[in-house]
């Protein structure tokens, strides 16, 4: 059992950079053999990803975040799972170029220096416990793409200011249509992290008796909040332009990403796994 989950440790890599390489060929030669098979390929990879997940779970007897690398394969698999469902809906591929960079980097800095982890907090068995860790997985995710949305936004800004009609403008949506998917997900972000915070809190009062503690991480985790939050209000309320909300969503994502590594790294917290 071990030997099929390390294989699939190492193919899963190699399948996401096929995709990766696929989604390369749509965007800058809108080639016809990529948009036969990129997202068949992608499926199978993402049926690998869940394949991995399950096994790992059953034979290690944990949620699989125990590590940060394995917190880092379950956030690949929750952006992939939410592009998927985006370009289906859509049925605008021309993005998944942008999505698969983080996905494959994720998962190969995963596979890469995952190993099977001895000592677990006795906290990863609780499902309760799970369905906090899950929220704040996929509320991650959105913050990823959110993003990745708002980074194309500004790519895609400057070229129009520039008057540099490129492969850029030809190939991305219009600046509405990537405006309102920024904003849409930096919304679902700030969602997901609302009820991952909600529930971490329910949990702790009911196991330590306390709602909140002053972790390094639950204060990251509260600044990211705190900005996401500023975000969806000041464009509701506001009406802050897409390119402001973009900028937002880019410094939530690297105070996200100082949250899963620079805490873990510096600090000693007591969410150390995620």
């Known amino acids: 059992m071990l030997t099929f989950i390390n294989g699939l440790s190492i193919l899963l890599p190699i399948f996401y950079v096929i995709v990766l390489i696929d989604y390369a060929l749509l965007f800058f030669r809108d080639d016809p053999f990529a948009k036969k098979t990129v997202n068949i390929l992608l499926k199978i990879s993402i049926s690998l990803h ?13 949620i699989p975040i125990a590590s940060i690398f394995e917190v880092f394969s ?9 592009y998927l469902y985006i370009e289906e809906i859509t049925r605008v591929r021309t993005t998944g170029l942008f999505i698969m960079v983080f996905v494959f980097v994720f998962q190969l800095i995963s596979s890469v220096f995952q190993t099977m982890t001895v000592e677990i907090s006795p906290l990863l068995t609780s499902k309760f416990f799970g369905i906090h860790v899950a929220f704040a997985i996929f509320g991650y995710s959105a913050i990823t793409i959110s993003a990745i949305y708002g980074f194309m936004y500004l790519m895609l800004y400057h070229d129009i200011k520039s008057s540099k009609f490129g492969i850029i403008y030809s190939r991305l949506p219009s600046l509405e249509v990537l405006g309102n998917m920024n904003y849409n997900s930096t919304l679902i972000a700030f969602i997901f992290i609302t009820l991952a915070i909600i529930l971490g809190s329910v949990w702790s009062s009911m196991s330590i008796n306390t709602y909140w503690n002053w972790d390094p991480k639950l204060i990251s985790v509260l600044i990211t909040w705190l900005i ?8 509701k309320f506001l009406g802050f332009s897409g390119k402001k909300i973009a900028y937002i969503s880019l410094l939530g994502f690297f105070v996200m990403l100082f949250s899963m590594i620079g805490v873990n790294l510096f600090f000693p ?4 796994f995620i």
């Open 228 to 235: 996401f939050g500023v975000g969806v209000c000041a464009k």
């Open 50 to 62: 869940v394949i991995l997940i399950v096994f790992r779970t059953s034979v290690y007897q944990h």
């Open 269 to 272: 917290t007591f969410h150390e």
């Open 74 to 82: 379950a956030l690949a698999l929750a952006i992939i799972l939410v």
